[in-house]
Structures are given as C-alpha cells and as structure tokens.
C-alpha cells in the first residue's frame, strides 16, 4: 500500500505543460500563400516633378508621368530607382480627360512588371523555402539561386585572405582595412537589421591553389578551365582556420596572386571565354579572385618586387559575390526598364525590402519547424523531462512566430524580422538542451528490468505470505459454515 505508490511518485517523469494546440496550427501554417502585403501608392503626374517622398519599409511608391516628359530617356518606359519608388511613363493612348479607372486599368500591366522585380515574389519563396519545398527540376535557376544563397542565420563571419604562393618574387601590400571600410562596411551597415557580421583578414604565405593550370601557347597564358575550379577549395581551405569560438556561417573571400612560373593565369567559363573579372564563387562558401601582377614589372625587375593592389578592382568585384551569397539577387527587368545603379552602399532600399521578406519567411519557416519536430519528440517519448525552461522557451518562440506571421501580413518588414529572429534562437535553445537528454535512454521496459530483479525477491514471500492468510481465512469460514449446519 505504501510501497507501489512511493515508487510511482518517485519514478514519476516531470513534464511541464506545452503550448501544443497552437504548435499544431503553426504546422497548418501555409507559409507561401500569405506574408505578402505590399503598399503601393501610384501618383498622377503632369506638371512637375516634385521631391519624392520617403517610402516606408515594406510599401512602393510608383510615380506616372506623361509621354511628352524629358525625365526619361525616349527608349525608356520605366524607370527604378534606389529608394522606393518607381517613374512609370503613361502611354499615349491615353489623355487627360480619361476617368481615374481606366487609367489605373491601362497601368496595370506595367505596375505588375514593377512588382515583379522590386517586390518580393514567388521565386523568392521558393528559394528561401527550398530545403522544405520540392523545387520543380524545370525551374533551374530557383534550384541555383536557393544552392547559392547561405541560409538564415543571426550572425555572419566574413574573412579576406590574401593568398601568395611566390612570396620570394612578390612583396604584396593591399590595404585590407581602408577598403572594407570604403567598399563593405557601408553594405553591412545597411544590412544590420538582417543579421550581425565581423570581419577579419589574413595573409597566408606558400599557399597554392592545389591544381596545376593548363598553359595555352595561343594566348602566352595559364588558363584554369571549370573543371578545375571545384578542386581549389578544399586544398586552400585547409589553411585558411576557422573561428572555433562562433558557430556562425563563415563567408570566405580569397585574393590569389599566381606565381611568377604561373604568370599571368586566366580563369575560363564553360565556352573557353575568359571571365572578364577572373573571378568565381562557391555556393554557401565565397569566392575566389586571381589577380595578376605580372604586367606591374618587367624582366629586368629584381625580386622581390614590391606591389601595391588596386583595392577597388577586387573589393568591387567580392562586394558583388556578396550580395549574391546573401540573397540579394540582380534583377531581371523587361525591356524598357532602367534600373538605377548600385550606390555607394551596394544595396538598394527596395533590395533591402526583399531580403528581409525572404529572411522573415525562411525564418518562420524554420522556426516552426523546429518547434513542430520538438513536440511530437516529445509526444512520443513520454519519459523524457521537460523543464520549466524549456516550457519557457517553447512558448517564447511561439508567441513570436505569432507575433512575426501577423506582422508580416500588416506589412511591417522590420518587426517581423526582429521577432523571426527571436523564435529562432528561442526554438534552437529549446530543441538542444541538454536536459532534453536525461532520460531518453531510460524507456519503461528498462525500468522494470531493472526494478524486477530488486523487488521480485521481496515480492515472492509477501505474496506467498497474503496467499497463506487468504486460505487460513477461506477455512476459518468453512469450519464455521460446518458448525452452523
């Protein structure tokens, strides 16, 4: 009596409660049918052009001017800017007196093409969802784009090497730091609401690239071909260390100055062309630059010779494999559309817009995941404790999934971020706590097996015993039916 229930409280498994119904239809949630608000404002111009207004994050201003306008070149019917807002020329058909409808109703084709590359779209979805979602085999630049792209995460680690084989010949001198503070740093200060970023740099000596180049008499030059491109990496990344400390994704830069034996060195595509910035990038990796210096001396020069880099030519072109790993994709405008430069923050306000609806979608995407794997984890291995931290943790990421998923559909890009950010960290510290671990290997039939072998001995005489007073009892009774009869 007191034995049965004193082992069942103390062999008893805390479980703190689980917000499950609203885990459950978080699961339901369709991620690529909702999310998308966009506020657009379209003004009717025919005078003059005024100051444009600033655009809040998340809306898109299209201005219409008239055919006769001098705004726009003649070949040009639309043009994009770097802030929010869109020139769109009115076609001539349609006049003054026309009602506000049908203009709106002529405008419609073109306002969606403006859409269509300034606003987040479906290619987006599917790239930022494409570890959940099966991409059609057809669809191959999605499948590229979504490979490329290094996935959600809090924090980014960018590291530039300088990479020289031939330090004996070549003295290299490249000021690393005034160049990401003119070309990177403004890039990464616009990008501070996505994600953290530290940079670092290095300079490797003897470091070669672990394939032998091909010489090429027609050109008088070394050429590596595609082929060769993917065995570069790994020899190269041996040296390159790695920040132990951070669990962020590392985004690696290299800067490879060829031999004087190997002199000068081109990189060839796929149609033996050579590439005209002598450049290329690994998907979720980084990329690999091969700068020439062979036509800064001449043979009479005496080694080793001292170089200076021209910094704008490289940082010009890794700020472009940048923005390509972190998502920010060029745009493929129709014709007649003129899209407006980078600036010298290499992102514009409306590419800006984009990566955060990608990066809040993808987040949600994985938080709700990692939630819903958690839960029936738990649902299906009743012995394993769940701790009142874990039970905080698991309600913190889904109010913040909440709150990201109604944010995202009013339209506010940066709170719905901020709060996707928060339900990833919250669903991450609570999927891998290491309490979650205590009790896994631990199932009922271990318990008995290990309990029976304690307390069967002890049983048996108890047992035996209750048998024994059971008959005394049943004969006692007898013996007294007997003596009444």
Not at 114 to 134: C, G, N, P
Not at 155 to 160: A, M
Not at 432 to 448: A, E, G
Request: with cysteine; charged share 15%.
């Amino acid at each position: 009596v007191v034995g049965v229930p004193l082992w069942w409280k103390t062999t008893e498994t805390y479980r703190a409660w689980l917000p499950v119904s609203q885990i459950n239809e978080l699961s339901n949630l369709q991620v690529c049918s909702c999310f998308l608000l966009l506020v657009i404002c379209v003004y009717i111009i025919y005078l003059s052009l005024h100051t444009l207004s600033e655009c809040p994050c998340g809306s898109l201003v299209v201005y219409v001017i008239p055919e006769s306008s001098s705004l726009l070149p003649q070949d040009v019917d639309v043009y994009i800017g770097q802030r929010r807002t869109a020139l769109l020329r009115i076609g001539g058909q349609i006049r003054v007196g026309k009602t506000l409808d049908l203009l709106l109703a002529h405008l419609e084709p073109r306002i969606k093409q403006v859409l269509q590359v300034m606003s987040f779209s479906h290619t987006d979805i599917t790239a930022a969802l494409s570890d959940r979602v099966r991409l059609s085999p057809g669809n191959k630049e999605s499948i590229a784009d979504s490979m490329r792209t290094f996935k959600s995460s809090p924090g980014y680690e960018i590291t530039f090497s300088l990479l020289n084989p031939d330090p004996k010949s070549h003295r290299l001198h490249w000021d690393i730091e005034g160049a990401v503070q003119t070309y990177i740093q403004p890039l990464l200060t616009k990008l501070a609401s996505v994600a953290n970023f530290s940079i670092d740099s290095q300079t490797l000596y003897y470091a070669m690239l672990g394939v032998n180049p091909r010489f090429d008499s027609s050109l008088g030059a070394y050429t590596l071909s595609p082929d060769s491109l993917a065995h570069m990496i790994n020899p190269v990344e041996a040296r390159l260390g790695s920040n132990a400390a951070s669990s962020n994704p590392v985004l690696n830069f290299l800067l490879y100055v060829p031999d004087a034996q190997h002199s000068p060195l081109h990189i060839h595509d796929s149609k033996k062309q050579e590439v005209p910035t002598n450049a290329f990038h690994s998907p979720r990796w980084g990329g690999i630059m091969v700068y020439n210096v062979d036509g800064f001396y001449g043979p009479e020069a005496v080694f080793p010779v001292d170089l200076n880099i021209n910094m704008a030519k490289v940082m010009g072109v890794f700020l472009a494999q940048l923005r390509l790993l972190l998502g920010v994709q060029s745009p493929n405008a129709p014709s007649g559309f003129l899209v407006a430069p980078c600036s010298r923050t290499g992102l514009a306000d409306w590419e800006l817009d984009r990566l955060m609806w990608s990066r809040s979608v993808e987040n949600v995407a994985t938080a709700t995941t990692t939630i819903t794997s958690l839960a029936q984890l738990l649902d299906q291995i009743g012995n394993i404790v769940i701790n009142d931290n874990i039970a905080e943790q698991v309600s913190s990421a889904v109010t913040s999934l909440q709150l990201a998923v109604a944010e995202l559909e009013a339209g506010n890009l940066r709170f719905a971020l901020q709060y996707s950010k928060e339900a990833i960290l919250a669903s991450e510290r609570a999927f891998f706590d290491p309490s979650l671990l205590h009790l896994l290997y631990f199932p009922d039939d271990q318990k008995f097996a290990i309990y029976i072998p304690l307390f069967l001995p002890m049983c048996v005489p108890i047992l035996l015993s209750l048998l024994k007073i059971v008959s005394d009892a049943r004969q006692k009774r007898r013996e007294k039916q007997a003596k009444k009869d």
